[in-house]
Structure formats: C-alpha cells, structure tokens
C-alpha cells in the first residue's frame, strides 16, 4: 500500500474575501465555467463545471465587475480538489491586472467593514 506523504501547513500570505465573481477556464481541450468564492491577490476557491486534478494548470477570465473588461490570468495551478471544487494558485498574471483584482478585494473590505 502506497504512503501518503504528511502535508505541510502553509500559512497563505493574503487573506481570501468571499465573492461571487463569475468566472471561464480553459485547460487543453477543456473549456469551463464556474464561480469564484472566494479570492485574495495570490488565489482563489472555484467552484466549476468539471471535476479538475491538482496539478492542472488553467487559463482564466474572471468578471469582477459587469461594466469593465474580464480580467485574463494567463497561468493558474489546481492546487487542492474536492469534487467541482477547487483551489487555483496564481501562477502568471499581468500586472494591471494583478492591480484590479487587489483594487476590487480594498474594496470589498471596506464595504464589509462599514456595514459591520
């Protein structure tokens, strides 16, 4: 019987805010969509409409907000898997992109925190 190799914790550099962004993927002949639940400036849990494996690396287009452009992540990595959903770590992204997603995240803190 094959050992499982123990797992490291890893303490993520960038809180996660839940959302509800809309999102498209596409890894070789697979093209999806799903929702995004939550995000933070190095990643995010999807929820798709295909079952992933860790280790898979995608192209994404995330609609943050209905009157801009998508944002495009060149290069995401699955990370962890649990049926149709999934954890992608962001591997490539441009920068004024990388600027939009943390602009939207300031965002929603502050509307949290002025509602709490």
């Not at 943390?102 to 925190?113: G, I, M």
Request: positive net charge; charged residues 20%; proline residues 6%.
């Amino acid at each position: 019987m094959a050992q499982l190799k123990p797992r490291k914790f890893i303490l993520r550099p960038y809180r996660r805010i839940p959302t509800w962004f809309t999102f498209y993927y596409l890894s070789g002949n697979v093209v999806g969509k799903g929702i995004v639940t939550n995000l933070s400036c190095a990643g995010m849990r999807v929820s798709g409409d295909h079952a992933l494996s860790p280790g898979t690396e995608l192209a994404v287009r995330l609609t943050l907000e209905e009157d801009q452009p998508p944002i495009e992540i060149t290069r995401a990595t699955v990370r962890w898997v649990n049926e149709y959903d999934c954890g992608l770590q962001i591997e490539s992204i441009n920068p004024l992109a990388a600027r939009r997603i943390a602009a939207v995240l300031n965002q929603q803190v502050r509307t949290v925190r002025h509602h709490s």
